[in-house]
């Protein structure tokens, strides 16, 4: 395992589509697990493979239970209801911003072996697989936000609102 280089919004590679996984072999194996210690070096709740400058279809996403999920080939097969709340990204530092998600989502993809799996989340896990898997299309949250705000900011706005509830 590796610690890979997290690349930042200004790099063409996250703005391409990603092509699916065909080959599930020991190089995938190898980029899952980089993925994964990357992720948990940055303390992120997901990393998908062309943050790291590899336009394949895998992400790494934490789900309620702390675990961490490879879903390969992703693709979201069922959405209900509506959150919207803050969100960043590690090739977004230091920059959040306010983006509807679906409350639910199910995602189908395959493991590391290509095993098709169907997986359900909620809440954050909603947001991150709908985050993540933008990622995979190019996009990033950034576009689906009307202003982005520095962590100060956020900071003053979360204290506000504890303020208010208090």
């Not at 895998?58 to 097969?77: C, G, S």
């Not at 209801?81 to 509807?100: A, T």
């Not at 998600?101 to 189908?108: D, E, F, G, L, S």
Request: net charge negative.
């Amino acid at each position: 395992m590796a610690l890979r280089t997290i690349l930042n919004d200004s790099d063409p590679a996250l703005h391409k589509v990603c092509r699916p996984v065909t080959q599930f072999d020991g190089k995938l194996h190898d980029l899952l697990d980089d993925l994964k210690e990357t992720l948990a070096n940055a303390n992120g709740a997901g990393l998908a493979a062309p943050q790291v400058g590899i336009l394949r279809r895998a992400v790494i996403v934490v789900d309620a239970n702390d675990q961490m999920l490879e879903l390969i080939n992703p693709e979201i097969i069922a959405q209900e209801g509506e959150q919207e709340g803050f969100e960043g990204c590690l090739s977004v530092p230091g920059r959040w911003g306010v983006v509807k998600r679906p409350k639910k989502a199910k995602v189908r993809a395959q493991d590391r072996n290509g095993n098709f799996f169907e997986v359900e989340g909620e809440d954050i896990v909603a947001r991150c697989f709908c985050h993540e898997i933008d990622h995979l299309d190019g996009h990033l949250f950034s576009e689906l936000t009307d202003r982005l705000y520095t962590n100060e900011e956020l900071d003053e706005l979360m204290e506000a609102e504890g303020e208010e509830q208090a």
